[in-house]
């Protein structure tokens, strides 16, 4: 299984971005998702999750802002992000993720992307 992230950068607060997952040796379309990120001196946490079906959940500090999607044709998943702020400002890591009764639940580091850096200025 690869996980191949990318769409990082540094951004001004108030900008954009959008992360794109490319995932490739496991069939994407039974696949829960996710995106997850890390702060220096912070544990990983979890952003946003994307079901199979389609249901999502948010972190809620980023709900209204940030989009999950994904695109079965293309075996990506998405993270738009809108209105960053500088407290948004972490490495980003794509995930496939276990999903029950809206819970996502992170699988073993063989199901996780490289990461990828947001800088989110002031």
């Known amino acids: 299984v690869q996980l191949q992230a990318s769409g990082g950068g540094l951004v001004q607060a108030g900008g954009s971005l959008r992360l794109s997952c490319a995932v490739s040796?496991?069939?994407?379309?039974?696949?829960?998702m996710a995106w997850y990120r890390q702060a220096p001196g912070e544990q990983r946490e979890l952003v946003a999750g994307i079901s199979s079906g389609g249901y999502r959940n948010y972190k809620d500090s980023v709900k209204g802002r940030f989009t999950i999607s994904r695109d079965k044709a293309k075996n990506t998943v998405y993270l738009q992000m809108n209105s960053l702020k500088p407290e948004d400002t972490a490495v980003y890591y794509c995930a496939i993720v276990r999903y029950y009764w809206g819970v996502f639940e992170p699988l073993d580091h063989s199901y996780w992307g490289q990461g990828t850096q947001v800088t989110v200025s002031s």
């Open positions: 040796g496991i069939s994407f379309s039974d696949q829960a």
